[in-house]
Each structure stands twice: as structure tokens, then as C-alpha cells.
T-cell receptor, first 115, second 114 residues
């Protein structure tokens, strides 16, 4: 079956530090890949996505590149801010039949950024 | 544009009580989903509805039932609540099955079963 593995947290960084959150996946076919962010007390919001190999998704200074050869989709940001403190989820979308695609999520990585 | 609306936001139940979690979307999406989120477990799919009139089990369906009332609404029912169902529940919807667009999530229902 499909699965997503992401680095365990929590991750604590100082403001302006470089961020990497590793994500690898197992899937049949050619899934689409996503990063979601969850701020405290809120639902998940789509942060960025990539739908085919070598695509780079980007948003709000975050980037991730779809690497088919290493089955990876690592999240990076060059300079984090306190407002980036949240839980980050890597996910893949794969066909589940009956015209529906299902998202499979990693377990989430909690990021705390300190001033 | 409200997106995905869940009610209630918080609920406390006694073991054995029943309740229905409501979800509605106003984006004309075909597919809708119910997830539960538990510490260290990520999000796990309970049930989904690929289109109006169809529902299917996800990874953890035991103890739950769902109804796709119409294209907008997808409810989750706990017939006899158990402490193991204490969790945060999220409803989500997607266009065209979600292949390239991902899902839009509601803000969640925090359920405690005592």
C-alpha cells in the first residue's frame, strides 16, 4: 500500500535558521505530493504541491522538489520566522478507485521557531 | 466563501451516547472525507464519499457510520461512543477526486468521550 514517512519532531529552530523536513514515500503509479500546514487549533491548509517528477512546489518561501529517483519530497525554507511555528504534514494522492483519489499522510512534524 | 464548515467545534460525550458530526462544503466538490487525528498517529481516514450517493470505508471505520445527504453535506455518526473515539475529527472535500488539487479541510471537531 501507499505510505509516507517524515522525520519525527519536534524540531526547534532559531529565527532565520534554515529548515529541512524530510519526507519519503512509497506508492504505486505516479502520485501527486503535497505539504500541508496546521497552525494551533486549526485545520490543515495546503502549503504547496507537485504533481509530477522534478516539479518544484513553492509558497510563502517554502519549497519542495518531487524526486522520483529517491521517492522524496523534502520541505525547505531558507529563513524561518516565529510565525512558521506549526505542524507540517507530507502527503501523497493516489487513485483509490470509483473515481476518487485518497490522501495518505505522514505523521506530522512539529516545528517551533524561537526568537 | 466559507469552504468546509464543521459543527460542533467541541463536544463531550458519555460512553454509550450517540452523536452526529455535521460537515458542509460550498465549493461544489464531488468528493468528501472524514479523518481523525490522534497524537503521534497523523491523520487516518474513517470514511469517504467519492460522489453523491456513494460512501466507502477508509482505514479506521469501526464504530462509525456516514451519510452523504446531498452533494454539499457529509455527516459522521457515532452510534455508541467509546473513550477510544476521543479525537479531533476533520472533514475535507476535493474537486475531481483530489488528484492534483489536494483537499480543503474544515477546522475540526474536538470530541472527548468520558
Amino acid at each position: 500500500g501507499n505510505s509516507v514517512t517524515q522525520m519525527e519532531g519536534p524540531v526547534t529552530l532559531s529565527e532565520e535558521a534554515f529548515l529541512t523536513i524530510n519526507c519519503t514515500y512509497t506508492a504505486t503509479g505516479y502520485p501527486s505530493l503535497f505539504w500541508y500546514v496546521q497552525y494551533p487549533g486549526e485545520g490543515l491548509q495546503l502549503l504547496l504541491k507537485a504533481t509530477k517528477a522534478d516539479d518544484k512546489g513553492s509558497n510563502k518561501g517554502f519549497e519542495a522538489t518531487y524526486r522520483k529517483e529517491t521517492t522524496s519530497f523534502h520541505l525547505e525554507k531558507g529563513s524561518v520566522q516565529v510565525s512558521d511555528s506549526a505542524v507540517y504534514f507530507c502527503a501523497l494522492s493516489a487513485y483509490s478507485g470509483a473515481g476518487s483519489y485518497q490522501l495518505t499522510f505522514g505523521k506530522g512534524t512539529k516545528l517551533s521557531v524561537i526568537p | 466563501n466559507a469552504g468546509v464548515t464543521q459543527t460542533p467545534k467541541f463536544q463531550v460525550l458519555k460512553t454509550g451516547q450517540s452523536m452526529t458530526l455535521q460537515c458542509a462544503q460550498d465549493m461544489n466538490h464531488n468528493s468528501m472525507y472524514w479523518y481523525r487525528q490522534d497524537p503521534g498517529m497523523g491523520l487516518r481516514l474513517i470514511y469517504y464519499s467519492a460522489s453523491e450517493g456513494t460512501t466507502d470505508k477508509g482505514e479506521v471505520p469501526n464504530g462509525y457510520n456516514v451519510s452523504r445527504l446531498n452533494k454539499r453535506e457529509f455527516s459522521l455518526r457515532l452510534e455508541s461512543a467509546a473513550p477510544s473515539q476521543t479525537s479531533v475529527y476533520f472533514c475535507a472535500s476535493s474537486a475531481e477526486g483530489g488528484a492534483n488539487y489536494g483537499y480543503t479541510f474544515g477546522s475540526g471537531t474536538r470530541l472527548t468521550v468520558v
